[in-house]
């Protein structure tokens, strides 16, 4: 059930924000000028929407039509409100178990570990409202359509969700090579959300200070590190082997 999730010119986009549709990521030209455009900028900070400031070249890469400055992409789904998911996870009687993602910028990673995610039984994921992979037609064709089938929230930033988890008594782990324990001397059990970082930088270490733990995966060999929705895989199995 996918359907068109890219619009474009200046006013077919006021017109979406206003309408109420369901808006992932808005791309606006840098040195745009008008009072249209003035007109979305103050309508971006008034519905608290926020929007990424890149080169011609990027918006006409999105589309080939006359985007006038502005493309907007529309999200084939609804996202959750974090409150209200950790609330109806703890309420249920089963054990939290969410995932932390922080700006992940491939979709087709994001598909993958949606995907994994689904399949080991995790309460939701959370995800940065900017600088992360879209949700749009590879996302949920990686995920298999299991998109559709966990919640997904969006936050302003990371830390918020770290800082919301840890208060509704929910231990923050973070996958990390900068660990000293791998997740073999993790423990699981507990209620927890696990945070995978982005495939070139990792968790940001301002998030890194505040999380609860720190866990790694063991490498055994030359390569340094693991591809994220491998290592995400590996970090959700042993939570699985461990609440068996």
């Given at each position: 059930?996918?359907?068109?999730?890219?619009?474009?010119?200046?006013?077919?986009?006021?017109?979406?924000?206003?309408?109420?549709?369901?808006?992932?990521?808005?791309?606006?030209?840098?040195?745009?000028?008008?009072?249209?455009?003035?007109?979305?900028?103050?309508?971006?900070r008034?519905?608290?929407?926020?929007?990424s400031y890149?080169?011609?070249?990027?918006?006409?890469?999105?589309?080939?039509?006359?985007?006038?400055?502005?493309?907007?992409?529309?999200?084939?789904i609804?996202?959750?409100?974090?409150?209200?998911?950790?609330?109806?996870?703890?309420?249920?009687?089963?054990?939290?178990?969410?995932?932390?993602?922080?700006?992940?910028?491939?979709?087709?990673?994001?598909?993958?570990?949606?995907?994994?995610?689904?399949?080991?039984?995790?309460?939701?994921?959370?995800?940065?409202?900017?600088?992360?992979?879209?949700?749009?037609?590879?996302?949920?064709?990686?995920?298999?359509?299991?998109?559709?089938?966990?919640?997904?929230?969006?936050?302003?930033?990371?830390?918020?969700?770290v800082?919301?988890?840890?208060?509704?008594?929910i231990?923050?782990?973070?996958?990390?090579?900068?660990a000293?324990?791998?997740?073999?001397?993790?423990?699981?059990?507990?209620?927890?959300?696990?945070?995978?970082?982005?495939?070139?930088?990792?968790?940001?270490?301002?998030?890194?200070?505040?999380?609860?733990?720190?866990?790694?995966?063991?490498?055994?060999?030359?390569?340094?590190?693991?591809n994220?929705?491998?290592?995400c895989?590996?970090?959700?199995?042993?939570?699985?082997?461990?609440?068996?």
């Amino acid at each position: 059930m996918e359907k068109e999730t890219t619009i474009f010119g200046i006013r077919a986009v006021i017109e979406a924000i206003k309408s109420g549709e369901n808006i992932d990521k808005i791309f606006l030209q840098k040195g745009s000028r008008g009072d249209l455009f003035s007109e979305l900028e103050s309508l971006l900070r008034k519905e608290r929407l926020n929007a990424s400031y890149v080169p011609v070249e990027k918006l006409n890469k999105l589309t080939k039509k006359n985007h006038q400055g502005a493309v907007a992409q529309i999200a084939p789904i609804t996202f959750y409100n974090i409150e209200d998911l950790v609330m109806h996870t703890t309420e249920s009687g089963k054990t939290p178990l969410f995932l932390l993602l922080d700006q992940l910028s491939d979709v087709r990673n994001f598909g993958a570990i949606i995907r994994t995610a689904e399949c080991t039984g995790v309460s939701g994921i959370i995800i940065q409202k900017k600088g992360g992979a879209p949700v749009n037609g590879d996302t949920i064709k990686t995920s298999a359509g299991a998109i559709f089938k966990i919640p997904i929230c969006k936050v302003d930033h990371i830390k918020d969700a770290v800082f919301y988890m840890q208060a509704s008594g929910i231990r923050v782990i973070a996958a990390t090579e900068k660990a000293e324990q791998t997740i073999y001397d993790t423990s699981f059990k507990e209620p927890c959300a696990i945070i995978m970082g982005s495939e070139g930088k990792g968790i940001n270490p301002s998030v890194l200070k505040i999380v609860d733990e720190k866990s790694k995966l063991p490498i055994l060999g030359k390569i340094a590190s693991l591809n994220v929705s491998v290592a995400c895989g590996a970090f959700l199995y042993e939570a699985v082997r461990q609440r068996l």
